[in-house]
């Protein structure tokens, strides 16, 4: 079956520091990869997408790109705010799945910046 | 732009009580979903809807009903309450099924507990 992992935290860093929060997966298609952004009492909300291997997604300063041959999909920004801080979420979709339809999510990444 | 709305946001029941969470989308989206957030177990899946008049079982759909009631309205029932289904609860949609790339959008949550 389809699987995410990504390291769980709480990961703490001072703001401007260098983000990097690994994900890697397992799945038995061709999968789409997606990161999404979760902010305290709010529901998650999309970051960023690649749906092919070597593609990258980029928005409001992060960036991941899907690597076929390492299984992975690791979210990175150059110089984190404050206003980074929530809940980071890796997911899949198995498009030539033929089980349970929907994302398969990873535990979640709690950010925490400090100024 | 309302996007997924859903209500209650927050529902204290006691034990064997029944509620029904309502979900409502705005986007013209043929699937929806249902899913729970637990501490530590990131989202799972469990009920889903790939389109109007059908719906199929995620990965942990014991306890729950759901009713997809037309095109826009998808709704969660819990019949007899029970205090590990204490959780978030989250619905969502997207236009097409969760595989290709297609992004799924998040309502606000629903805090339930059960006493």
């Known amino acids: 079956g389809n699987s995410v992992t990504q390291m769980e935290g709480p990961v703490t860093l001072s703001e401007e520091a260098f983000l990097t929060i690994n994900c890697t997966y397992t799945a038995t298609g061709y999968p789409s990869l997606f990161w999404y952004v979760q902010y305290p009492g709010e529901g998650l909300q999309l970051l960023l997408k690649?749906?092919?291997?070597?593609d990258k997604g980029s928005n409001k300063g992060f960036e991941a790109t899907y690597r076929k041959e390492t299984t992975s999909f690791h979210l990175e920004k150059g110089s984190v705010q404050v206003s980074d801080s929530a809940v980071y979420f890796c997911?899949?979709?198995?498009?030539?799945?033929?089980?349970?339809?929907?994302?398969?999510f990873g535990k979640g990444t709690h950010l925490i910046i400090q100024p | 732009n309302a996007g997924v709305t859903q209500t209650p946001k927050f529902q204290v029941l006691k034990t064997g009580q029944s509620m029904t969470l309502q979900c409502a989308q705005d986007m013209n989206h043929n699937s929806m979903y249902w899913y729970r957030q637990d501490p530590g177990m990131g989202l799972r899946l469990i009920y889903y809807?790939?389109?109007?008049?059908?719906?199929d079982k995620g990965e942990v759909p014991n306890g729950y009903n759901v009713s997809r009631l037309n095109k826009r309205e998808f709704s969660l029932r819990l019949e007899s309450a029970a205090p590990s289904q204490t959780s978030v609860y989250f619905c969502a949609s997207s236009e097409a099924r969760g595989g290709g790339g297609n992004t799924i959008y998040f309502g606000e949550g629903s805090w339930l507990t059960v006493v």
């Open positions: 809807s790939a389109s109007e008049g059908t719906t």
């Open positions: 690649a749906t092919k291997a070597d």
């Open positions: 997911a899949l979709s198995d498009r030539g799945g033929g089980g349970a339809d929907g994302l398969t």
